[in-house]
């Protein structure tokens, strides 16, 4: 039943390690989306696709690399982590604009990133 | 530069009281989608309630209400008979017609007295 799905919910790692993030829907959406949430509950967007083709790249360091298979899945790679990326990441949905222009970001539970 | 901002960081009510969060964002497009979404300590983001912009009559979902002024860029949040279960961070988006990107304010964070 779950709507969109990302594992893992926690992910404790060392700095300069590297570690993914795998991100699921299956609502039909074809657009994905990943948030940064900071220590402030700020929710930043940091990439989105739109049936695979990536369609927003804020400015995120490029030891960020996101990844769409399909359009049900966006994944998102951190490599050499650093202190600073200690954050609540979301992926989340949306039907885009080709259909439902007031549709909603439907969310993940989160995956919260502590790099020690 | 689109911006949200919610201006009060933390509100508090009584239980079964009313409150109204504030929302005003800066855009010079006349189309656009507006949401309230609820943070509960679960950190699971949940919608609470959507106005499209070109529609004036303000959007109610049970207890929770809107007041959408367009000329005034304002989208208020109203919750009556506060609950317990209410208390949350209240985040408001928008998101331009035509757009991909929702854009979020800061965040209210809201207390519930019982």
């Known amino acids: 039943d779950t709507a969109v799905s990302q594992t893992p919910k926690y992910l404790v790692t060392q700095m300069g390690n590297d570690k993914s993030i795998k991100c699921e829907q299956n609502?039909?959406?074809?657009?994905m989306y990943w948030y940064k949430q900071d220590s402030k509950k700020f929710l930043k967007i940091m990439f989105s696709?739109?049936?695979?083709?990536?369609?927003i790249n804020e400015t995120v360091p490029n030891r960020f690399s996101p990844k769409s298979p399909d359009k049900a899945h966006l994944n998102l790679h951190i490599n050499s982590l650093e202190l600073g990326d200690s954050a609540v990441y979301f992926c989340a949905s949306s039907q885009g604009r080709t259909r439902g222009e007031n549709s909603p970001l439907h969310f993940g539970n989160g995956t919260r990133l502590t790099v020690t | 530069a689109q911006t949200v901002t919610q201006s009060q960081p933390e509100m508090s009510v009584q239980e079964a009281e009313t409150v109204t969060l504030s929302c005003t964002y800066d855009?010079?497009?006349?189309?656009?989608?507006l949401f309230w979404y609820k943070q509960p300590p679960s950190r699971q983001m949940i919608l609470v309630i959507r106005q499209e912009a070109y529609k004036q009559q303000n959007a109610t979902e049970n207890r929770f209400s809107v007041n959408f002024q367009k000329a005034a860029k304002s989208f208020s949040l109203k919750i009556s008979d506060s609950q317990l279960g209410d208390a949350a961070m209240y985040f408001c988006?928008?998101?331009?017609?035509?757009?991909?990107?929702?854009?979020f304010g800061t965040g209210t964070r809201l207390k519930v007295l019982a």
């Open positions: 696709y739109n049936n695979k083709e990536l369609i």
């Open positions: 609502l039909g959406h074809d657009t």
């Open positions: 855009t010079s497009e006349s189309d656009y989608y």
């Open positions: 988006a928008y998101r331009p017609h035509g757009t991909y990107k929702y854009i």
